[in-house]
């Protein structure tokens, strides 16, 4: 084992464990941001109740993204909690990601949330979306949508210059090469609004895109060959 790879086990196993002491025992200021997300499996297992396997036929790709929008105000939620209390940016650049999964053995949905890692200059990187895909839980095989916070936006190299932060190329081509991303999968990149954005748009909180994976990776690869 050499050393990249040893300080790359140091640095996930510290995010592991920072993460573990932040949901045992830390606060934050917005009681919106503690939220437990609760599945419906759960939910009978506390009333006593036997687990319901649902039928794969009623979770298409429409019934799928209906409750995406369901429950996309708790996954934004679950992002911005991934960028304030998740992240480990040596110089402050924090970015939350939060994903709706889906079982489809058991018909289950789940949030899961994390936040981009990098200790110190010359550190290896670990992007929101990477770490995000390593702390699924192994049963959720569909990534109906994520949803991604970042406070400050960067230009992209494709040449594309977004109004959000998007997913850097890298963690786009680990996404696309990942088998529980579809390319309708949903993605919902928001930031907050500043003096410099247009004053219709200072009415809401965020400013947001929302667009298939699919759109995402048309979107970047068109201005490349533009560049």
């Not at 995010?15 to 573990?20: A, D, G, L, V």
């Not at 429409?62 to 939620?77: D, F, G, I, M, Y």
């Not at 110190?120 to 990187?125: D, H």
């Not at 230009?155 to 990942?178: I, Q, V």
Request: hydrophobic share 35%; glycine share 6%; proline share 6%.
């Amino acid at each position: 084992m050499n050393r990249v790879s040893i300080n790359i086990d140091i640095t996930v196993y510290v995010c592991y464990i920072k993460t573990f002491l932040i949901r045992a025992f830390g606060h934050h200021r917005e009681e919106e941001m503690n939220l437990e997300v609760m599945t419906d499996n759960r939910l009978l297992a506390m009333f006593g109740k036997q687990s319901v396997v649902s039928d794969r036929r009623v979770h298409s790709v429409t019934h799928l993204q209906r409750k995406w929008l369901q429950a996309l105000p708790a996954v934004n939620r679950m992002a911005i909690q991934g960028a304030r209390l998740m992240c480990f940016s040596y110089r402050n650049f924090r970015v939350g990601v939060a994903g709706y999964c889906y079982c489809r053995a058991t018909g289950e949905f789940c949030i899961v949330n994390a936040g981009n890692l990098k200790l110190w200059q010359g550190c290896c990187k670990f992007c929101g979306e990477m770490t995000f895909r390593r702390v699924i839980p192994e049963r959720f095989d569909c990534i109906v949508g994520i949803s991604i916070y970042g406070e400050e936006v960067q230009a992209d190299p494709s040449g594309h210059t977004p109004r959000t932060l998007h997913p850097c190329p890298p963690c786009r081509d680990e996404l696309e090469a990942d088998p529980r991303v579809a390319p309708w999968m949903r993605v919902f990149t928001f930031r907050p609004w500043t003096p410099g954005d247009p004053p219709e748009e200072r009415r809401e909180k965020f400013v947001r895109e929302h667009r298939s994976f699919r759109q995402l990776l048309r979107l970047h690869r068109n201005d490349s060959r533009c560049g």
